[in-house]
């Protein structure tokens, strides 16, 4: 089960905090991302972690913006972003997957998550 949290409308320039409460995943590498949908658009790979690992793959358009980190003891991941652009509205969705052999190629695309959270709207004006 994923629950996201943190969404909000901010100005640009303007920061948010996307929390994902995890349970019931493990795997030799669960990846947990970060994804985001704006209106008539596909669902976009913004951020990902190896959960426990610490390593990171980030999309180009919010490379030095935007940090995801994990708290393996709340078992929750994280998505500090900065310097917010009106192009980085949308829903967000957090995703869990066990990517196995397919990390890190496969982290950016939607259909290698089988799990996905409810979504969280970020409203950038």
């Known amino acids: 089960q994923l629950v996201e949290s943190g969404g909000g409308s901010v100005q640009a320039g303007g920061s948010l905090n996307l929390s994902c409460s995890a349970s019931?995943?493990?795997?030799?590498?669960?990846?947990m991302g970060w994804f985001r949908q704006a209106p008539g658009k596909e669902r976009e790979g913004v951020a990902s972690?190896?959960?426990?690992?610490?390593?990171?793959f980030y999309a180009d358009s919010v490379k030095g913006r935007f940090t995801i980190s994990e708290d393996t003891m709340k078992n929750t991941v994280s998505l500090q972003m900065n310097s917010l652009k009106p192009l980085d509205r949308g829903i967000y969705y957090c995703?869990?997957?066990?990517?196995?052999?397919?990390?890190?190629?496969?982290?950016?695309?939607?259909?290698?998550?089988?799990?996905w959270g409810q979504g969280t709207q970020v409203t950038v004006s």
């Open positions: 972690i190896i959960f426990g690992s610490g390593q990171t």
């Open positions: 995703a869990a997957e066990d990517l196995g052999s397919r990390w890190p190629e496969a982290w950016k695309y939607a259909s290698s998550y089988r799990y």
């Open positions: 019931g995943y493990s795997g030799t590498a669960y990846c």
